[in-house]
């Protein structure tokens, strides 16, 4: 295909089901992922970067399909013997594959590697071809709030399996920090896609940062972003919960409207045909497909219909 730079935002599960479907004649070497570090972890010393890891199990083809996070056909061994033998009250699910990369990614940044540096040594000794980079190499956290205390993004979802009265959602670090691979990424492409992850937990993290953003409107690719919602019904994970707690109506205009100047195109699921008119009236491109992503075929074919816009313009 006669472009050089296809550029994802991604975080969660739904960008990764996307990713898995990226079509055979585009070279790796074009994409760049520009991943969520806002729900990252220490687990025992170990740092855990659940939505980068998911992109890097995804692009070796070792992801754990059924889940969409860790690595298929992975033991539990390391956390069994933490739970049954050493009496420790585990929640945090964490393989032993899946903790091999973590042992290895922290060990990297005790040797002083930022976790760019890492993250991109981790994805060529994975065989990956295609860029994937962290949103910035500051922590910047995801924490809800709920009724009763403040909790990290994973003791909300994993400890307590999203059960607490969410409040707000919010972000804490540097939200004026990114890193230049990113910023170039972002100025450099001709597509950029932001997946149909979460929009506040795994995509708000990235757009919270003043310079992504900035640097998303400023951009002269084509920008386009994929619904996670179809109707009223988010397509996975806590999204209604957490976009009622901002404010927000359960629905594909709620998304948007957290997108705004950084996008120029919306793609919604081909039934939602009653929000085509306030899109346009956003002066946003709508575009009507079946968002469902059941398997490789239907996310190549989303990549597909998000890249015709561009595509058409080299021909």
């Given at each position: 295909?006669?472009?050089?730079?296809?550029?994802?935002?991604?975080?969660?599960?739904?960008?990764?089901?996307?990713?898995?479907?990226?079509?055979?004649?585009?070279?790796?070497?074009?994409?760049?992922?520009?991943?969520?570090?806002?729900?990252?972890?220490?687990?025992?010393?170990?740092?855990?970067?659940?939505?980068?890891?998911?992109?890097?199990?995804?692009?070796?083809?070792?992801?754990?399909?059924?889940?969409?996070?860790?690595?298929?056909?992975?033991?539990?061994?390391?956390?069994?013997?933490?739970?049954?033998?050493?009496?420790?009250?585990?929640?945090f699910?964490?393989?032993?594959?899946?903790?091999?990369?973590?042992?290895?990614?922290?060990?990297?940044?005790?040797?002083?590697?930022?976790?760019?540096?890492?993250?991109?040594?981790?994805?060529?000794?994975?065989?990956?071809?295609?860029?994937?980079?962290?949103?910035?190499?500051?922590?910047?956290?995801?924490?809800?709030?709920?009724s009763?205390?403040?909790?990290?993004?994973q003791?909300?979802?994993?400890k307590?399996?999203?059960?607490?009265?969410?409040?707000?959602?919010?972000?804490?670090?540097?939200?004026?920090?990114?890193?230049?691979?990113?910023?170039?990424?972002?100025?450099?492409?001709?597509?950029?896609?932001i997946?149909?992850?979460?929009?506040?937990?795994?995509?708000?993290?990235?757009?919270?940062?003043?310079?992504?953003?900035?640097?998303?409107?400023?951009?002269?690719?084509?920008?386009?972003?994929?619904?996670?919602?179809?109707?009223?019904?988010?397509?996975?994970?806590?999204?209604?919960?957490?976009?009622?707690?901002?404010?927000?109506?359960?629905?594909?205009l709620?998304?948007?409207?957290?997108?705004?100047?950084?996008?120029?195109?919306?793609?919604?699921?081909?039934?939602?045909?009653s929000?085509?008119?306030?899109?346009?009236?956003?002066?946003?491109e709508?575009?009507?497909e079946?968002?469902?992503?059941?398997?490789?075929?239907?996310?190549?074919?989303?990549?597909?219909?998000?890249?015709?816009h561009?595509?058409?313009?080299?021909?």
């Amino acid at each position: 295909m006669k472009f050089n730079n296809l550029v994802f935002l991604s975080g969660g599960t739904g960008t990764p089901k996307l990713l898995s479907g990226i079509p055979k004649d585009i070279s790796p070497e074009k994409i760049t992922i520009i991943g969520n570090t806002g729900d990252d972890w220490n687990f025992y010393g170990l740092y855990v970067s659940p939505d980068i890891d998911s992109v890097l199990f995804t692009l070796s083809a070792i992801i754990d399909k059924e889940k969409w996070w860790g690595v298929a056909g992975d033991t539990f061994n390391l956390i069994d013997f933490l739970r049954k033998r050493l009496n420790e009250e585990i929640w945090f699910n964490l393989g032993d594959f899946d903790a091999s990369l973590c042992l290895y990614r922290t060990w990297l940044l005790n040797q002083g590697q930022s976790i760019t540096q890492a993250t991109d040594m981790i994805r060529k000794q994975l065989g990956i071809k295609s860029v994937i980079l962290p949103m910035s190499n500051d922590p910047v956290t995801t924490f809800i709030r709920t009724s009763e205390e403040i909790l990290h993004l994973q003791e909300y979802w994993v400890k307590y399996k999203g059960k607490p009265e969410v409040k707000n959602v919010f972000f804490q670090g540097d939200l004026n920090s990114t890193t230049n691979e990113v910023l170039n990424a972002i100025k450099n492409a001709e597509i950029i896609i932001i997946g149909p992850s979460n929009p506040v937990s795994s995509l708000g993290p990235i757009l919270s940062i003043k310079p992504i953003r900035e640097a998303l409107k400023e951009t002269k690719a084509f920008r386009i972003a994929i619904s996670p919602i179809i109707g009223n019904n988010p397509v996975s994970g806590p999204t209604k919960i957490f976009l009622n707690a901002w404010g927000r109506e359960t629905n594909p205009l709620s998304t948007v409207e957290l997108y705004p100047e950084i996008i120029d195109a919306f793609m919604i699921d081909k039934t939602d045909h009653s929000f085509v008119n306030r899109l346009k009236n956003l002066g946003i491109e709508p575009i009507l497909e079946d968002i469902t992503v059941k398997n490789e075929l239907d996310a190549s074919r989303i990549i597909m219909r998000s890249m015709e816009h561009q595509i058409n313009d080299f021909y």
